[in-house]
């Protein structure tokens, strides 16, 4: 597929990539449970929502457009008729006059849907919304689930006139963007990332996933220095022409990374150490003075007890 030549810089926010996957997973899980009610499959492990033909939802995507840069900030759902290929038009319009009243700056920038590639039938949707905008997005979502997959499976599409075969036409091109992200965004996926696992995990299942990512993280960075090492090292060596330009960027680089060599690093490293060994003491402490002190109301109950029960066997000889 081509790419797009309008030079429109997009920029989308999280908070419609979840939208559009909860609209999708809903309305798979509804399909799944309806099929169950009817009786059609019984529930065995072969029939599970990931074994049914994976269904399209449609929406409309809503955002703000300044000179060339398109920043899509939400979405909404949309019904969608099969049989004459459209969207509610009405509810679409509904909608829209909703929205116009919470963010007055919001406007329809185009639609979305789900699916592994661009339909045919998508480019009849997307003409019926060119009176609402002259030049609609196409956000489209790949629900399928690719692991060694490490872009996001999402594509922004514009549509432009081409000539095929002497007929002008109007087709989908592929247009690159980026995520843009607010505070209260940033603190909600971050949210979300912290949640209990459904599965009942404890918290030291937390824990260790929590620590794997962390030592994700630092390989990758490790990995990466030394990369730049070794290139600093052949620069060095004349085994490759020098670069001002990049030797600059590697510069400003390492210095935004710590220098755990300094003294002053040594001593609030081992403040922290002691801090949280401290910490950790106390905590155990405490733990073990409550356990004590339950043995302790137990053992007074139980002699409590015994004693009522030797003075009245005492008393009834």
């Known amino acids: ?34 099929q169950l009610s009817a009786g059609a499959n019984a529930p065995t492990s072969s029939s599970s929502p990931s074994s049914l033909e994976s269904p399209r939802v449609f929406g409309c995507v809503i955002g703000t457009q300044t000179g060339r840069t398109v920043e899509i900030f939400n979405s909404f759902e949309l019904l969608y008729d099969p049989q004459t290929d459209s969207l509610d038009r009405a509810f679409l319009l509904k909608k829209e006059e909703l929205y116009k009243k919470v963010f007055p700056n919001f406007y329809i920038l185009g639609w979305y849907s789900t699916g592994s590639d661009a339909h045919e039938t998508d480019m009849q949707i997307h003409k019926a919304l060119m009176d609402i905008n002259e030049s609609p997005v196409y956000v489209l979502l790949n629900p399928t689930i690719h692991h060694a997959q490490k872009d996001l499976p999402v594509s922004i599409y514009e549509s432009e006139l081409h000539v095929i075969d002497g007929i002008p036409q109007l087709i989908f091109v592929r247009a690159t963007y980026t995520i843009e992200t607010v505070e209260a965004e940033r603190i909600s996926v971050d949210h979300v990332a912290h949640l209990k696992p459904s599965d009942g995990g404890s918290a030291a299942t937390q824990l260790a996933a929590h620590l794997s990512g962390i030592h994700s993280a630092i390989k990758m960075l490790n990995s990466r220095i030394r990369v730049l090492n070794q290139y600093l090292v052949a620069m060095q060596k004349g085994d490759i022409p020098f670069d001002n330009s990049l030797l600059r960027q590697v510069s400003s680089l390492l210095r935004r990374l710590p220098a755990i060599e300094s003294g002053k690093f040594q001593d609030d490293f081992l ?16 733990n073990c003075s409550s356990t004590v002190n339950e043995v302790v109301d137990k053992l007074n109950v139980a002699y409590d007890r015994h004693s009522r029960r030797g003075g009245a066997r005492s008393a009834f000889i």
Request: aromatic share 10%.
């Open 271 to 286: 403040m922290e150490y002691n801090n949280t060994l401290l910490i950790t003491y106390l905590a155990m402490i405490t």
């Open 1 to 34: 597929m081509a790419s797009s030549s309008s030079g429109l810089t997009f920029k989308l926010h999280p908070l419609v990539i979840v939208n559009v996957s909860d609209h999708y997973t809903r309305v798979k899980s509804q399909a799944y449970h309806s």
